[in-house]
């Protein structure tokens, strides 16, 4: 059962919350003066202006905004996005692992993962770093033991319920099924971040020739 907890001066997060449920909330606390609002996986984290509104009121307004009938997740008006995503070698490197975890074959893997139906439950960890969830029930696929000291740029991982997209290269420790030829983040751009909260997601099977081509060979 979801509940508010006091997290510092001016912040309050709702716990225990599915990432649709978290969404929704979201949406419903939209004008209903709260200074930022951070949905997360499981929890949504809202913060105010101390100098306009009590911790008690704040937390009373947290209560009802939990006990609210909003479950399903707003419809965003952000377009789907298609990722081009690579499934071969040398960027699929725990793909046979993954499969057997899913109960499938390592050939299955790729027309399982492209089939679902993605979703941005949140961004973080990293800029860019896109957090996917979809309807289907995973296993819980667990951090690789020996983390790897550098993932590529645009991998694509599973953890846990997650799938996991790496818009920067560096240390990881999530199971990697693949690679994607879309940069996910770019400071010099009008918007940095590829992909928003809420966006569908959809994954387009490539080879490892066609990634080589759209990203000019860069590792």
């Not at 993954?98 to 973080?124: C, F, I, K, N, Y």
């Amino acid at each position: 059962m979801s509940q508010s907890i006091y997290c510092a001066d001016d912040w309050l997060m709702i716990q225990g919350l599915a990432s649709d449920r978290a969404a929704a909330l979201a949406a419903a606390a939209e004008g209903a003066g709260w200074d930022d609002i951070v949905p997360g996986l499981d929890s949504l984290s809202l913060s105010w202006n101390p100098a306009q509104r009590s911790l008690e009121a704040a937390r009373a307004a947290a209560e009802a905004l939990a006990g609210s009938d909003a479950h399903a997740a707003p419809p965003t008006t952000v377009a789907p996005a298609t990722l081009h995503i690579c499934y071969e070698a040398p960027w699929a490197h725990d793909a046979d692992i993954v499969a057997e975890l899913l109960g499938l074959t390592s050939d299955d893997l790729p027309g399982w993962h492209a089939a679902q139906d993605w979703r941005v439950a949140m961004l973080g960890f990293q800029p860019g770093f896109a957090y996917l969830t979809c309807d289907a029930r995973l296993p819980d696929i667990p951090r690789l033991a020996d983390p790897r000291a550098r993932v590529e740029a645009g991998s694509v991982g599973l953890l846990g319920q997650i799938c996991g997209l790496y818009p920067h290269a560096g240390p990881g420790g999530w199971p990697i099924i693949g690679r994607i030829a879309e940069t996910l983040f770019d400071a010099h751009a009008p918007s940095p971040a590829l992909l928003q909260a809420g966006q569908q997601v959809r994954f387009e099977r490539i080879d490892a020739n066609e990634l080589a081509r759209r990203t000019g060979g860069a590792a």
